[in-house]
């Protein structure tokens, strides 16, 4: 089939998820003509499988917990049990109305939405169903799936997150395989749920992405709620009978489970989707592309999970936005890939931005650090949480990492995220003045203690 005047546009964008509706949303809003090529649901892994579904099971998990945990603040309460049909009824819900939301916001844009799978024929050209898109421009940003191990089939009781979002019971016992973001929130959530969980992890220690004490206390605080975990130890196999999966791990040991979570990492979508045949650079199925998201191809972009790094959805967001952008000549400033905040949504949660410590010793040379307790914040006594904001900063200079862990701390990241992407002083983080009592004061307070005038801290 010829390219007509109705099938060539700007922008042709390959999936629907995070990176390319941003990239669409965005385009549009700038004027330029879009056709966004989606083989499942609009919004993708992150509305669907992901940020959204995860975290309202979380929500419901820390809803299970206050049941439990009413005493504690002298409310009688009784914990009495989870009832999945209405846990997923709540989180479908929620799903479900932002689904129609996106749907009602792409249609009232200029975007020629095609539902179909595509395959990149040309530089220049997506195929879907017969139909050949041509764009000036085209942005892949087909996502992301779930991995396994070789020889570890998912079927049955070995599931991925996948499957694991629609469980219609809660299993007694559950092995969780990593012990990554995915793995400690799944775990945190089936905790809370009633299961007796065990994660393995091969790295020394969970999160290992994060600052190393971020990782003690988090194992510190699992303990603490009987989340077993056993880190650096590797699988060695799983076998199942009937609903039992006998996990096997290289140090011998046998755990017996109802269910077997895997959480080993996502690998990129891109294989059999004309990529390399077009001439764009893949390493290990991931599509590389420069700070400007730009491929090896001219005109060809790839945002989203598919180029390595972190697999985010605000990640997707900013490339999407950022890629449209770029196409319609407003040169914007690249991403930061350091600049973007991450949370792990278990509990306690996990937040951070910029340089761990290690990685900040190795980048900058003299660096400072401090951590603050939760134990001195008030907030956070009233929550019964605890944990710490920890900074990283160059020596006299500005603040490169922050690192935080306790209750609520998810939504004190974008302060962080400020802090870091402004390269602040600790001294300018102080003269602002935190409310009275938040978990937010918590981050005053450790900016504060290292400007040399701390408040509410022993040092
Ligand atoms: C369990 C879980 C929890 C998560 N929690 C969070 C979180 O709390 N916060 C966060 O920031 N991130 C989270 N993520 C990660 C987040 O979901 C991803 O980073 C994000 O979805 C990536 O966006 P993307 O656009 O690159 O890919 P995707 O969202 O995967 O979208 C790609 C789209 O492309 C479509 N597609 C693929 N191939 C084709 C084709 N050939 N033709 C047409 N369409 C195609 C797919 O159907 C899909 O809709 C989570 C992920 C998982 C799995």
């Given at each position: 089939m010829s390219a007509t005047a109705e099938n060539t546009f700007d922008i042709v964008i390959l999936g629907g998820g995070s990176g390319g509706y941003a990239c669409a949303l965005r385009a549009s809003e700038l004027g330029l003509s879009v056709a966004l090529v989606e083989k499942g649901k609009l919004g993708g892994t992150c509305l669907h499988m992901g940020c959204i579904p995860t975290k309202a099971l979380l929500h419901a998990a820390e809803v299970a917990d206050t049941a439990r945990e009413g005493s504690q603040f002298g409310v009688k309460t009784t914990f009495e049990s989870v009832d999945m049909s209405g846990v997923n009824a709540y989180k479908d819900g929620v799903v479900g109305r932002l689904y129609k939301g996106l749907q009602g916001l792409v249609k009232s844009k200029n975007i020629d939405y095609v539902e179909?799978?595509?395959?990149?024929?040309?530089?220049?050209?997506?195929?879907?169903?017969?139909?050949?898109?041509?764009?000036?421009?085209?942005?892949?940003?087909?996502?992301?799936?779930?991995?396994?191990?070789?020889?570890?089939?998912?079927?049955?009781?070995?599931?991925?997150?996948?499957?694991?979002?629609?469980?219609?019971?809660?299993?007694?016992?559950?092995?969780?395989?990593?012990?990554?973001?995915?793995?400690?929130?799944?775990?945190?959530?089936?905790?809370?749920?009633?299961?007796?969980?065990?994660?393995?992890?091969?790295?020394?220690?969970?999160v290992a992405a994060e600052d190393e004490a971020i990782s003690k206390q988090?194992?510190?605080?699992?303990?603490?709620?009987?989340?077993?975990?056993?880190?650096?130890?590797?699988?060695?196999?799983?076998?199942?009978?009937?609903?039992?999966?006998?996990?096997?791990?290289?140090?011998?040991?046998?755990?017996?489970?109802?269910?077997?979570?895997?959480?080993?990492?996502?690998?990129?979508?891109?294989?059999?989707?004309?990529?390399?045949?077009?001439?764009?650079?893949?390493?290990?199925?991931?599509?590389?592309?420069?700070?400007?998201?730009?491929?090896?191809?001219?005109?060809?972009?790839?945002?989203?999970?598919i180029v390595p790094g972190l697999q985010l959805a605000h990640r997707g967001f900013a490339q999407g936005i950022f890629v449209a952008e770029h196409i319609a000549g407003l040169n914007p400033p690249v991403i930061d890939e350091m600049g973007i905040p991450r949370v792990t949504y278990c509990e306690p949660e996990i937040a951070s931005i910029g340089y761990t410590e290690a990685q900040a010793k190795e980048k900058f040379g003299e660096i400072e650090t401090y951590d603050y307790n939760l134990g001195g914040n008030g907030k956070s006594q009233i929550l019964a949480t605890q944990g710490f904001v920890k900074l990283v900063r160059q020596k006299d200079g500005p603040v490169v990492g922050v690192h935080m862990i306790g209750a609520r701390m998810g939504e004190q990241v974008g302060e962080a995220q400020l802090i870091y992407n402004w390269e602040a002083l600790p001294s300018d983080v102080a003269q602002l003045i935190h409310a009275h009592p938040t978990q937010n004061e918590a981050l005053g307070e450790a900016h504060l203690a290292l400007a040399g005038k701390p408040l509410h801290a022993h040092a």
């Amino acid at each position: 089939m010829s390219a007509t005047a109705e099938n060539t546009f700007d922008i042709v964008i390959l999936g629907g998820g995070s990176g390319g509706y941003a990239c669409a949303l965005r385009a549009s809003e700038l004027g330029l003509s879009v056709a966004l090529v989606e083989k499942g649901k609009l919004g993708g892994t992150c509305l669907h499988m992901g940020c959204i579904p995860t975290k309202a099971l979380l929500h419901a998990a820390e809803v299970a917990d206050t049941a439990r945990e009413g005493s504690q603040f002298g409310v009688k309460t009784t914990f009495e049990s989870v009832d999945m049909s209405g846990v997923n009824a709540y989180k479908d819900g929620v799903v479900g109305r932002l689904y129609k939301g996106l749907q009602g916001l792409v249609k009232s844009k200029n975007i020629d939405y095609v539902e179909g799978e595509g395959h990149l024929v040309a530089t220049n050209a997506v195929e879907v169903a017969g139909r050949r898109l041509v764009g000036k421009n085209v942005v892949l940003a087909t996502g992301s799936y779930a991995k396994t191990l070789p020889g570890l089939d998912i079927s049955g009781k070995i599931m991925t997150s996948d499957q694991a979002l629609f469980l219609d019971y809660v299993p007694a016992r559950v092995v969780v395989l990593g012990g990554g973001v995915i793995g400690v929130e799944f775990a945190s959530v089936f905790k809370s749920f009633g299961s007796e969980v065990t994660i393995v992890e091969a790295l020394p220690r969970l999160v290992a992405a994060e600052d190393e004490a971020i990782s003690k206390q988090l194992e510190r605080s699992f303990r603490k709620r009987k989340i077993n975990f056993k880190t650096g130890v590797k699988f060695s196999g799983a076998t199942q009978t009937g609903d039992v999966v006998q996990v096997s791990l290289e140090s011998g040991e046998p755990i017996e489970a109802d269910l077997l979570l895997v959480a080993v990492g996502r690998g990129p979508v891109t294989a059999g989707l004309g990529y390399e045949e077009a001439g764009v650079t893949v390493d290990r199925g991931f599509v590389l592309a420069t700070a400007s998201c730009q491929t090896n191809v001219e005109g060809i972009y790839a945002v989203g999970d598919i180029v390595p790094g972190l697999q985010l959805a605000h990640r997707g967001f900013a490339q999407g936005i950022f890629v449209a952008e770029h196409i319609a000549g407003l040169n914007p400033p690249v991403i930061d890939e350091m600049g973007i905040p991450r949370v792990t949504y278990c509990e306690p949660e996990i937040a951070s931005i910029g340089y761990t410590e290690a990685q900040a010793k190795e980048k900058f040379g003299e660096i400072e650090t401090y951590d603050y307790n939760l134990g001195g914040n008030g907030k956070s006594q009233i929550l019964a949480t605890q944990g710490f904001v920890k900074l990283v900063r160059q020596k006299d200079g500005p603040v490169v990492g922050v690192h935080m862990i306790g209750a609520r701390m998810g939504e004190q990241v974008g302060e962080a995220q400020l802090i870091y992407n402004w390269e602040a002083l600790p001294s300018d983080v102080a003269q602002l003045i935190h409310a009275h009592p938040t978990q937010n004061e918590a981050l005053g307070e450790a900016h504060l203690a290292l400007a040399g005038k701390p408040l509410h801290a022993h040092a």
